[in-house]
């Protein structure tokens, strides 16, 4: 089986900073796009950053220049450095990892974590 367990989130003060960290752990032959989501209450998922196994990025505009996502492919980890952190950035987080195992190695598909909370507030 394969796991995504995320770690990081908590509850700050406008303008503070957070580190999201996804870990991917299980049979897993290789991981493509890795990403970041995120869903507030009485709102959809949306797309928060993503990076593909190359390092390529992409950002929701609403985060652009306040966050920034990385990987390190040896450890099958993804992070999210959250920066300048705003009231409606809380929401629950979700890890998101497109990837084959050793057991359907030509069947890519999506994994996700369990959430992590984020709360900004005063």
């Known amino acids: 089986q394969v796991q995504l367990v995320e770690s990081g989130g908590g509850l700050v003060q406008p303008g503070e900073s957070l580190r999201l960290s996804c870990a991917a752990s299980?049979?897993?032959?290789?991981?493509?796009?890795m990403g970041w989501y995120r869903q507030a209450p009485g709102k959809q998922r949306e797309t928060v950053a993503t990076?593909?196994?190359?390092?390529?990025?992409n950002y929701a505009d609403s985060v652009k220049g306040r966050f920034t996502i990385s990987r390190d492919n040896a450890k099958n980890t993804v992070y999210l450095q959250m920066n300048s952190l705003k009231p409606e950035d809380t929401a629950v987080y979700y890890c998101?990892?497109?990837?084959?195992?050793?057991?359907?190695?030509?069947?890519?598909?999506?994994?996700w974590g369990q959430g992590t909370q984020v709360t900004v507030s005063s």
């Open positions: 998101n990892a497109d990837l084959t195992t050793h057991w359907a190695p030509f069947r890519p598909r999506d994994y």
């Open positions: 990076i593909t196994s190359g390092g390529s990025t």
């Open positions: 299980g049979s897993i032959l290789r991981i493509n796009t």
